[in-house]
């Protein structure tokens, strides 16, 4: 038998997938938008963009941008009582809807 692979997109096959009117190559207004520090963004990882992604772990994850790291963003996230610091692209990153 072969071995599991133990890759970072390990189990990500139906979470990466993306809907069929929206397959082919992402927009490159998603790749340049700007974010200033203390808006909120929620992160939606687009597997067509391979740099930057952040862990799957955070996928769906909402925080608020707390700086810059080159041409990626600094995100805050909690996770159960802890504070976590993602580096994501912009590709990767989403305006929450207003309620």
Same mark, same amino acid.
């Given at each position: 038998?072969? !071995?599991?692979?133990?890759?970072?997109?390990? #189990?990500?096959?139906?979470?990466? $997938?993306?809907?069929? =009117?929206? /397959? *082919?190559?992402?927009?490159?207004? !998603?790749?340049?938008?700007?974010?200033?520090? #203390?808006?909120?963004?929620?992160? $939606?990882?687009?597997? =067509?963009? /391979? *740099?930057?992604?952040?862990?799957?772990?955070?996928?769906?994850?909402?925080?608020?941008?707390?700086?810059?790291?080159?041409?990626?963003?600094?995100?805050?996230?909690?996770?159960?009582?802890?504070?976590?610091?993602?580096?994501?692209?912009?590709?990767?990153?989403?305006?929450?809807?207003?309620?």
């Amino acid at each position: 038998m072969a !071995r599991a692979t133990k890759g970072t997109r390990k #189990g990500t096959r139906s979470l990466f $997938r993306q809907p069929p =009117r929206e /397959r *082919g190559k992402t927009r490159i207004t !998603r790749m340049l938008q700007k974010f200033e520090a #203390g808006d909120k963004a929620s992160i $939606r990882i687009d597997s =067509r963009v /391979r *740099g930057g992604q952040p862990h799957n772990t955070f996928n769906g994850m909402t925080g608020v941008i707390v700086g810059a790291q080159g041409s990626a963003y600094l995100l805050r996230i909690r996770i159960g009582g802890k504070m976590k610091v993602v580096v994501a692209h912009p590709a990767h990153l989403r305006r929450p809807k207003a309620a």
